[in-house]
């Protein structure tokens, strides 16, 4: 069964440095590859309940987010459908004014969580005052943006 309708939502605070780079991520994506059929680009900016209905109409969902993961800065991984799930229980943590794994349990409990999902989680540097990721975060949205075109691409084929 094919992924026919994909959002991919950029989720952080664009004046906190290195919290935006979800954000600055699917900006650029978007402005790199363009229109793709079926997917929607989506700045989730700092989280709100009305991303529901977004989120609940796709079949596929990649969420590109600052991750506190214990990493050197700038590392990104990708967490897959389960494994999305269990990293967001355990990182309930959130400055956001509702968390993501609010929006999962909304999906879950609406029986409108995507079939396919993951997180595009990338170690921050810095959280300090900046309308742009620090350079030491910055070559992760050219790593994000190959990431994301191949889990497209896999989902298209499955």
């Known amino acids: 069964m094919s992924i026919e309708s994909v959002l991919i939502l950029g ?8 919290e935006g780079i979800g954000v600055f991520l699917v900006e650029e994506m978007r402005r790199r590859v363009g229109d793709l059929e079926g997917v929607e680009y989506l700045d989730g900016g700092t989280l709100s309940f009305t991303l529901a209905e977004p989120i609940a109409r796709a079949d596929g969902l990649i969420v590109v987010d600052a991750a ?14 389960e494994e999305m799930d269990r990293y967001l229980t355990g990182n309930r943590e959130s400055v956001h004014e509702v968390s993501l794994t609010d929006l999962m349990d909304i999906a879950r409990l ?3 969580l995507p079939r396919r999902r993951c997180l595009v989680g990338i170690q921050p540097d810095s959280l300090d005052w900046g309308e742009q990721p620090s350079a030491t975060v ?15 691409e896999s989902w298209r084929k499955t």
């Open 68 to 81: 506190r993961m214990g990493a050197a800065p700038g590392t990104l991984k990708v967490f897959h459908e």
């Open 11 to 18: 989720i952080g605070n664009t004046l906190l440095t290195d």
């Open 110 to 112: 609406s029986e409108s």
């Open 138 to 152: 910055q070559p992760a949205i050219e790593l994000g943006i190959n990431e994301i075109l191949s889990i497209l």
